[in-house]
């Protein structure tokens, strides 16, 4: 049976136009009320830029069969047992009963491109490692892998596009990262996570801040697109409702 997407470029372009909407209309909030927070923290503390996508996981989710799936995106309810740490909070869960289908990050960048993309590299290493070492170890049952999914938004801009310099005083890093823009890095770290089976699928979205109205985004390589992230997820989620729906007996 074939995958249902669910026109998700469609809703993507509309999660973009509703992740710069927010952050326009947080910014004007805190004009307002002259509680102003430094450089553009202002518009990433109001609240879920990134709702959008979390709607087009939804609507794989019913479209793929898995109907009674719980999905939860609460704070209290996002929850994960970890190996290294005690817990995790993720930013949506999936589940079948007590079966974890899937856990997902949403992350995005604007501006401060050298000051954060190490944090949100350590971070996306970090976590996934820590889940699947849980999982090796029992903490979610004996049952089949979740999917595990890292989707980042960046915005495509001059400082993001620009080659960046790197400190090689004793040791030359590897080719991919000589002269590599931050957009580029990203793109080879969402590359990366999939191809060390860290994640089941990692996607990096592209966008100007003048999308607001027009929802442009795109994509930097085949791996890490949103086509390769969606059909990943619908996938996978089509297996689990095969995997656990009745199946009919037939009489010989």
């Not at 805190?30 to 553009?40: K, M, P």
Request: charge should be positive; include cysteine; hydrophobic fraction near 40%.
């Amino acid at each position: 049976m074939a995958l249902e997407l669910e026109n998700y470029r469609e809703q993507a372009r509309d999660a973009i136009k509703v992740f710069w909407g927010n952050r326009e209309a947080a910014q004007r909030k805190q004009a307002e009320t002259g509680n102003i927070d430094a450089g553009t923290r202002g518009a990433v503390t109001a609240g879920k830029n990134l709702n959008g996508f979390v709607a087009i996981i939804q609507s794989l989710v019913k479209a793929n069969g898995l109907r009674n799936a719980e999905i939860h995106a609460s704070k209290g309810l996002v929850v994960l047992p970890g190996y290294f740490r005690p817990t995790k909070q993720w930013d949506l869960l999936i589940l079948n009963g007590k079966r974890l289908v899937a856990a997902l990050e949403f992350k995005s960048q604007v501006g401060s491109f050298g000051n954060n993309y190490n944090n949100r590299t350590e971070e996306a290493i970090g976590t996934a490692h820590c889940l699947w070492t849980a999982y090796r170890d029992g903490a979610l049952g004996s049952e089949p892998q979740p999917f595990i999914g890292w989707l980042m938004v960046v915005e495509d801009a001059n400082a993001s596009r620009a080659p960046v310099r790197n400190e090689q005083p004793h040791f030359k890093v590897f080719p991919e990262f000589q002269g590599a823009s931050y957009l580029k890095r990203y793109d080879s770290l969402c590359q990366k996570l999939v191809k060390e089976k860290l994640y089941s699928a990692a996607a990096l979205l592209a966008t100007p801040s003048t999308a607001a109205s027009t929802g442009d985004y795109r994509e930097l390589s085949a791996l890490s697109s949103l086509d390769n992230f969606v059909t990943s997820f619908a996938g996978h989620i089509a297996a689990e409702a095969a995997r656990t729906q009745p199946h009919a007996t037939t009489l010989l």
